[in-house]
């Protein structure tokens, strides 16, 4: 078994960092901890980058105290992807998307590529959604 490290290890780590410009100003955040577990907003990529290293610090105290998994920083950051995936899923499943496909009238990979285009889409509009509703609230305080 390995050893844990220590709360400042784990600070110290370096993490993948994920930047978009979005309507109300700048997202950031670590994909290795989740959208929503380890995000920053800003005006600008600063602001959004130094919210995000704060909201990082503040998961990984309250996971390290809470004794949770501490999401370790990716490895693979050079690592070059095909555009092909082999994914295994159930046969009930898999018959009712390409019988979905026929009946749009386009491929089973046409439609599952859609699919997923679709719900990073919708991620999107969810996020854009949130940050409003933070906006709109720091408004209403001020």
Known sequence: MSKKRSLQEYLSLEYTVMLKKGEDG?????PEFGRWTAMGVGDTPA???AELDAMRRSAIEEFYGENLK???PAVDEDKEYSGQ???RLPRSLHKHLAETARIEGTSLNQYLLYLLSLE???DDVRSR???RGKTKSKRAVA
């Open 120 to 122: 990073s889409a919708i």
């Open 26 to 30: 700048y997202e950031a955040w670590h």
């Open 85 to 87: 995936l082999v994914l």
């Open 47 to 49: 602001e959004a980058l």
């Open 129 to 131: 959604l949130k940050e």
């Open 70 to 72: 501490i999401p370790e």
